[in-house]
Structures are given as C-alpha cells and as structure tokens.
C-alpha cells in the first residue's frame, strides 16, 4: 500500500506489487491531501480489499520482492550503472 505521488509509483506496480492510492496533494506545499477524507476512504478501501484476499496480499508480497531484488537490489544497481557506462562510449 502506497500513495502514488513521486518515486513511489516506479517502485510499486499498481495491482502487482501492490495498491497505490491516489492523492491528489494541497497547495500549501506540504503533500497533504486536498481531500484528507476521501484519501482516507480510497486508502481503507484497498486494505480492505487485501484483508478479504489474503492470497492475493502474498501475492503481491511475493512479486513485490522480486522486483525489489530484480531492479532495486545492488547488484541491480550495478548492472544498470555498468550498463549504462557502457552505452556511453
């Protein structure tokens, strides 16, 4: 469960490796929702909606950490940066 507001949406897969819930943020520059109250109803509804499936929840923890490992673990990392140096000459 996240809100799908900066980096966090190219981490979690919507649906994959988990919900992201919308927020839409305020103008005071704080990322408060707008709508604390519809935040909250749109966040309890994906729990919910994991706490009636828990096969579904494990398997999206499941998926969640293959992709940590696949993408955001350091040999990952290094792959990508040396893969990257690569393409630069």
Do not use: C, K
């Not at 981490?11 to 005071?28: A, K, N, S």
């Amino acid at each position: 469960m996240a809100t799908a507001t900066g980096g966090i949406v190219e981490v979690v897969d919507d649906g994959e490796t988990g919900l992201l819930v919308p927020i839409e943020p305020g103008d005071d520059g704080t990322g408060a929702p707008r709508d604390p109250r519809r935040f909250a109803a749109d966040f309890a509804e994906r729990v919910n909606a994991l706490l009636a499936d828990p096969e579904r929840a494990r398997g999206m923890g499941r998926a969640g950490r293959r992709r940590a490992i696949d993408h955001f673990a350091w040999p990952a990392i290094a792959r990508q940066t040396s893969e990257l140096y690569g393409s630069l000459r």
